[in-house]
């Protein structure tokens, strides 16, 4: 079975533990039932709150209880790349996000995120909230907050922009020839977007520039489609480009994240640059 979604309400005659349910209902094994709830892939809604993922194998199924088991074959053999601690600030850390791997899950699981990586090293001891995203072709430096007042100070320093988000990307062709620096203004979305970049070098070799960019704005994408638009697409982006594929996987990186502590009142930044 590649895939399969089941959502259903327990009844009087349902009632039992999740796996043992689950493995009758689906066919699936109790097994790879169990590897499922763990990584994230079965939600439940009692009669009080929303729908939250269900991990124990163990838990008992109630009448009323609402459930959507979202189970994936290919996703759920994925073995993702790992993370690495950039700093531990206590009700918040910054972590150095592979490629390949999502900031947060899905409703088919979690296992393939850096939000779920973060929860296991702190051993769920302590509250992960996501203050902000980064492709999941992109690397690099990520915040995530662990307490509600903290996440609610960090997202809106990103709201307001009062992040400054520095990159590093390589695109296909010679960018030198539009200046070593400038702006990029075209709205996104039909919204205004800024994007500023400064040529680091060009490769005649291989018809590649890399730059730092800064973005004032936080539209989808927005690096990706600016440079794109120009005609100087991303290394190695599988949506946005013609020309610019490659082996290595998309050439973007959010190498430093600074800006003013919530906590501390003082200045902070988290750099690669300074591994």
């Not at 009669?47 to 008992?60: C, E, H, N």
């Not at 600030?89 to 791997?101: D, E, Q, R, V």
């Not at 850096?114 to 999941?136: A, G, K, P, S, Y």
């Not at 020839?177 to 070098?201: C, F, H, M, N, Q």
Request: with cysteine; aromatic share 8%; hydrophobic share 40%.
């Amino acid at each position: 079975m590649n895939s399969y979604i089941l959502k259903i309400t327990i009844d009087q005659n349902s009632a039992g533990t999740a796996a043992d349910f689950l493995a009758a209902q689906s066919g699936i094994s109790k097994t790879r039932v169990k590897d499922a709830m763990n990584k994230g892939a079965l939600w439940i809604k009692r009669k009080k709150g929303g729908l939250i993922r269900l991990r124990s194998a163990t838990a008992w199924l109630k009448p009323g209880d609402h459930i959507e088991f979202y189970y994936d074959d290919g996703l759920l053999s994925i073995c993702p790349p790992e993370a690495r601690l950039l700093g531990d600030k206590k009700s918040y850390s910054a972590w150095i996000k592979p490629a390949g791997l999502m900031a947060q899950g899905t409703k088919f699981g979690d296992h393939c995120s850096l939000m779920r990586q973060v929860e296991l090293f702190f051993r769920n001891q302590r509250e992960v909230f996501l203050v902000h995203r980064l492709d999941r072709e992109a690397s690099g430096v990520m915040i995530f907050a662990h307490d509600k007042q903290t996440a609610a100070c960090l997202s809106e320093l990103f709201q307001k922009n009062l992040i400054i988000k520095k990159y590093r990307v390589e695109v296909l062709g010679n960018l030198q020839e539009r200046g070593r620096k400038d702006i990029i203004d075209l709205p996104l979305d039909g919204k205004s977007a800024i994007t500023e970049y400064d040529v680091i070098s060009f490769d005649p070799t291989s018809n590649t520039s890399v730059a730092d960019v800064i973005i004032k704005t936080g539209r989808l994408h927005q690096i990706r489609r600016h440079f794109d638009m120009l005609g100087f697409p991303v290394m190695g982006d599988p949506k946005y480009g013609k020309g610019n594929k490659n082996k290595e996987g998309m050439k973007l990186t959010a190498y430093s994240l600074a800006f003013r502590c919530p906590v501390s009142g003082r200045d902070a930044e988290f750099s690669m640059a300074a591994e």
